[in-house]
């Protein structure tokens, strides 16, 4: 079933999205099952703020039960290295010093709770591939600055690959 080497970081909405919009519980449980394999074979990792914006909905929702049941899946604290720590600052740094971003998304993006950044500071320290369905702003430019950071957008910058789910599950070989 797993033919990639690298470690894939999932983020919040490549776990939101298949669950909401197309692999209920009730309707594809294989596809549940199958990524519970990856995440207990070392294939796919989840950040702890990642866990938390899942848990912080406080519902009692078939995701969250899924989360709750499994909690032995490859967690990876963000305060852990020295390395992580680092790279967050340098996420922080470039959306401040880029010139694409508008004073508010420091501020969007700075708030302990936020999983994005420590997302990709994470990724970044430990050579993983961060999975988001996220996607990037068309046409960002000094002239077209964004409110908000995208993952992906800032990820490329600072030398991270994102991938959506899908592609996640082609190289894992995932079939449901």
Do not use: H
């Not at 970081?9 to 990856?38: H, M, N």
């Not at 914006?53 to 490859?74: R, Y």
């Not at 957008?153 to 190289?171: C, Q």
């Amino acid at each position: 079933m797993v033919n990639e080497d690298k470690t894939f970081l999932i983020d919040t909405s490549a776990l939101i999205t298949p669950y909401r919009q197309y692999y209920a519980f009730d309707l594809v449980p294989s596809f549940w099952e199958k990524l519970k394999g990856c995440f207990e074979l070392g294939k796919i990792a989840i950040l702890d703020k990642v866990w938390s914006e899942l848990e912080k909905g406080g519902s009692e929702d078939d995701l969250s039960s899924w989360l709750n049941s499994n909690k032995s899946l490859v967690t990876i604290c963000t305060y852990k290295t020295e390395a992580v720590i680092k790279n967050y600052a340098d996420v922080l740094q470039y959306i401040q010093t880029s010139n694409l971003y508008f004073e508010s998304a420091i501020a969007a993006w700075a708030t302990e709770e936020i999983a994005d950044p420590w997302l990709i500071a994470a990724a970044k320290a430990s050579g993983y591939i961060i999975v988001t369905e996220e996607k990037g702003s068309n046409g960002i430019s000094p002239k077209q600055k964004n409110k908000v950071p995208k993952i992906p957008d800032v990820a490329k910058a600072l030398g991270v690959d994102t991938i959506p789910l899908f592609e996640m599950m082609r190289r894992l070989k995932i079939k449901i």
